[in-house]
């Protein structure tokens, strides 16, 4: 157990929909980095929040937004839903904000477009 | 830009035998690298990291990485597998932009490890 808690497991939606994916860290940790696995383009990264502040932006579509709330869970919201954005979606915490620091992963959610 | 190579898609060894997964990397200067492992159904668990010092570094697992500056490589090592060991292995890279400590992981593609009884 990572002790990142992501909700819920599984997400079954159709096309032109909203959904948010939710994130809880590690106790303690300020970091929350999202990730895009698909078997198009593997693991992506997407975002990355530190104590509230996005930090970093990499491979998110402006359909694609984030934040990170006082309590230091993190909610990733999409919209416009396509086929294409079907794949695991995780959530990683970590102690600081720098690279070197290692990040803790959850179980990830399953997005599953129809 | 920085970039992940895992050579082997997928890869079978029998249990007892030893194994190796390659991983090569595309950075400017040395950069933090990890090793993970994923289980079906499950997250990514952190095996090990190497950011400085002695080249050889020990895992969780029974795992080792050994760093090679000259071949830009980070590969995974295990002298006899257990059946357990079964999983998806991704290798990363931390690359910090220039003039910060931020930055993000990029990962390769992964190696399928299948373990035969």
């Known amino acids: 157990d990572s002790g990142v808690t992501q909700t819920p497991k599984h997400l079954i939606t159709a096309t032109g929909q909203r959904v948010t994916l939710r994130c809880s860290p590690r106790s303690g940790d300020l970091s929350v980095y999202w990730y895009q696995q698909s078997l198009d383009q593997g693991l992506q990264f997407l975002i990355h929040?530190?104590?509230?502040?996005?930090?970093a932006k990499g491979n998110i579509l402006e359909r694609f937004s984030a934040q990170q709330f006082p309590d230091l869970h993190s909610e990733l919201n999409l919209s416009s839903l396509e086929l294409g954005d079907s794949a695991l979606y995780f959530c990683?915490?970590?102690?600081?904000?720098?690279?070197?620091?290692?990040?803790?992963f959850g179980d990830g959610t399953r997005l599953s477009i129809l | 830009a920085q970039s992940v190579t895992q050579p082997d898609i997928h890869i079978t060894v029998s249990e007892g035998a030893s194994l190796e997964l390659r991983c090569n990397y595309s950075y400017g200067a040395t950069p933090y690298l990890f090793w993970y492992v994923q289980s079906p159904g499950q997250g990514l668990q952190l095996l090990l990291k190497?950011?400085?010092?002695?080249?050889l570094v020990q895992g969780i697992k029974g795992f080792e990485a050994e760093f090679k500056r000259s071949q830009s490589s980070f590969n995974l090592r295990k002298p006899s597998v257990h059946w357990s060991d079964a999983a998806e292995y991704f290798c990363?890279?931390?690359?910090?932009?220039?003039?910060?400590?931020?930055?993000?992981?990029?990962f390769g593609r992964g190696t399928q490890l299948t373990v035969w009884p």
């Open positions: 990363a890279v931390g690359a910090p932009d220039r003039g910060s400590t931020l930055g993000r992981l990029y």
């Open positions: 929040y530190y104590n509230g502040e996005e930090r």
């Open positions: 190497y950011f400085s010092g002695d080249t």
């Open positions: 990683a915490s970590s102690a600081s904000d720098r690279v070197r620091q290692p990040q803790h």
